[in-house]
């Protein structure tokens, strides 16, 4: 069962994780003295999208219902957080490596192209995406039905088995 205090520290650290993402994605692009500051800190916003992804994950299997053998349930629940989550991390890795290449590539000027813009955008609207649906999961992982042998828990078993 997931204890409270567990749960805030887990909590907190997601959104701290969300906090740094989302303040990585509205400045980063601002920094333009070095490019060695906004290749640290693409990688630190990259790992801290995966660490979400697999405390996502961790919290699936800290639940009942995944326990009782109801994965397929979970996976139901929350397959839009899951998707939502791997398009994310795929598109912010391609458009770190593409900026960041552009950026060594040519040092001493600024290069935006038609299809970084794209991307970029692409990859912004799909982090809007993320932010809610994480959220809204790791809020929705809070629920103590989820944790403990529950009539709901019980039909839903049932359901599965015919």
């Known amino acids: 069962m997931l204890q ?38 693409f990688i630190i916003q990259d790992i801290g999208i995966l660490f979400n992804i697999i405390i996502i994950f961790l919290m ?21 957080t899951i998707i939502i989550s791997g398009i994310y991390f795929f598109l ?4 770190h490596v593409w900026i960041q290449n552009l950026r060594w590539r040519y040092r001493h000027r600024f290069v935006w192209t038609n299809g970084l813009q794209v991307l970029f ?9 993320y ?3 994480y959220k809204r999961t790791t809020l929705c992982l809070g629920d103590p039905r ?14 599965v088995r015919k």
């Open 131 to 133: 932010y809610y649906s």
């Open 60 to 80: 699936f299997f800290n639940t009942f219902v995944f326990q009782a053998g109801l994965v397929k349930l979970l996976i139901h629940r929350f397959t839009g």
């Open 4 to 41: 409270v205090s567990s749960y805030s520290l887990v909590l907190s650290v997601q959104f701290i994780i969300l906090i740094f993402d989302l303040l990585a994605n509205s400045f980063a692009e601002l920094l333009l003295i070095e490019t060695v500051v906004p290749l640290i800190i």
């Open 146 to 159: 989820l944790y403990e042998d529950s009539e709901w828990l019980r039909n839903e078993f049932f359901r």
């Open 121 to 129: 955008v692409f990859q912004r609207f799909v982090a809007m995406l």
């Open 92 to 95: 912010s890795v391609s458009f």
